[in-house]
């Protein structure tokens, strides 16, 4: 398995070096939502990413990639307007303290935009996240004026309902109260319009149509997943696919430029393109 990996880096990196992964993407109209959970040095798992490691993605998004707020990739999207295959917007779930403490500061440093999904229950109290508990991990999540102090900084906030409930399973009128007292609450705490939700877990069975218009008439601009995916002309503005974070650059790479792409749960190797030289 770990020679295979290898092996794939290689061919992607030969492959980008010829140009020809430029080449079978300059009509590819679509982008990429990429979505990260923690940023710190304090514990390897499937939603943390090191401070050294998204240090060195950023740098290789700001440097080979056209970032764009989440903001701007609803209007390119409510538009209908052509999309650079190259343009990827960055967001965060759930509300970490260490957003504030590590990653603002190195997307600062590279001048990336970049959205953050907050869970408004849990902001500036001592509550665990029931994963991490089960995982014996205690993270502490931002306070108000942390979240406040982003805002000021530029970043977007979005809403990631109160208590982090499954929107799949919660009834209709549960789920409303999850998703207007929400947006509401971040207003009132921040002083701005909230416009972005993303719904806890991103799975499809983690959302019902009932629930996602629910989001729609709450006033909300877009719906965020999280089950892997690109996002191109006619994404329902209300289900945007999302990537999860990758170990490293070079994976992350290879799904933004379209070499891998993981989707449901999948991924599926897109080699080697000859359809597109037919």
Known sequence: ?????YALYGIYKFLKKIGY??????????????????????????LTISTRMFDKM???????????????????LRKGENINPRAVAITF??????NYLYAAPILTKYDLPACFFITSGYIDTTRVFPW???????????KWDQVRSLADK?????AHTIDHVDLGTES???????????????????GLEIKYFAYPFGGKKNIRDETRDLVREAGFA????????????????????RLPAYPNCVEMSMELDNFMTYFDGKMRINLPYLDRLA
């Not at 398995?1 to 990996?5: A, E, K, Q, T, V």
């Not at 430029?22 to 304090?42: A, E, Y």
């Not at 209709?172 to 921040?190: D, F, G, L």
């Open 93 to 98: 779930d759930d509300g970490y303290i260490d």
């Open 172 to 190: 209709v009128e549960s789920a409303k109260r999850q998703i207007v007292e929400c947006k509401e609450n971040i207003e009132n705490r921040i």
């Open 132 to 142: 991490d508990e089960d995982a014996g991990n205690s993270f502490s999540l931002m």
């Open 58 to 76: 950023m740098k290789t998004l700001s440097k080979d990639y056209e970032v764009v707020s989440l903001g701007e990739a609803v209007e390119i």
């Open 21 to 46: 992964v430029k080449f079978i993407n300059k009509d590819l109209n679509s982008m990429n939502i990429i979505m990260f959970h923690r940023v710190n040095n304090n514990v390897k798992d499937g």
């Open 154 to 158: 530029g970043f977007e906030i979005g």
């Open 222 to 241: 877009c719906c965020c997943s999280g089950y892997g995916g690109k996002v191109s002309v006619g994404s329902d503005l209300y289900d945007l696919p």
């Open 1 to 5: 398995m770990i020679l295979r990996r």
